[in-house]
């Protein structure tokens, strides 16, 4: 995970450092709090959201880290850091003379966890949404045909919980939509493919943040715990077929749920 915060961390900070003075005290000259890992990461929540958002578009020049850092009553390293987080993340380009510009979306980390949240934490473009499920659907099923291959059964123990716990808390819950990231992963763990590995943090962040969002209007439409269910008898069985469809109509059912959210 990169030093940046998300969204449920990020917001309390901003709100302590930009939020109006309520004490007696309020003509005091106040003392900016300096670098810290929150206030850095509260910041480019601030600004990697505006950019996804499309409040920033490409191109575009961000305030100078004078004007900014002023306006947030924020130290001007804080907001130098925040942008080292954009940067690295592929959002801007930082140069001398010419400031922070946006840079176009085809350089964007999409998949990082964090601009995950920056795109769910105001209403997502529906053709990203529809992006992440074509990615899910190309991966995850070819994924839960290895994984029922070559799955052990610390694998299996693994998703076995990860239902549980799903079935405990509902995916109403930030518990339960923890655990249906953990089965998703599992998933993932048990191909024994590096490269697959390596999406892990991607497909869990785009798990997650699709489910939450699905759910901002209303409950979901169906449980989707049976449809986890089968996809984790086909791996444990070792039907490499059943498991990869089992897994294509959970990304699919899931899509359609996705979308008629964001349809209301």
Partial sequence: MSDSMTNGDATPEMATETGPEASPEASTPKT??????????AIAHKLG???VSGEYRPGDTLSGEVA??????VSRSAYREAVQVLSAKGLVESRPKTGTRVLPRNRWNLLDPDVLAWAFSGEPDIQFVRSLFELRAIVEPAAARLAAERRDKADLKEMRDALAAMRRHTLA?????AADRDFHNAVLAATRNDALVVLTAS????VAWTTQFKQRSRALPRNPVPDHVKVY??????????????MRLLVDLALEDTRS???E
């Fill in 173 to 177: 819950t930030e518990a339960g939509r």
């Fill in 261 to 263: 959210a964001m349809e």
């Fill in 203 to 206: 497909i869990g962040a785009a």
């Fill in 68 to 73: 900014f850092s002023e306006a947030l009553d």
């Fill in 49 to 51: 959201a505006a950019i």
């Fill in 32 to 41: 900016r709090r300096g670098t810290g890992r929150r206030l850095h990461g």
């Fill in 233 to 246: 008898d086909a791996i444990a069985a070792g039907d490499v077929e059943g498991a990869g469809e089992a």
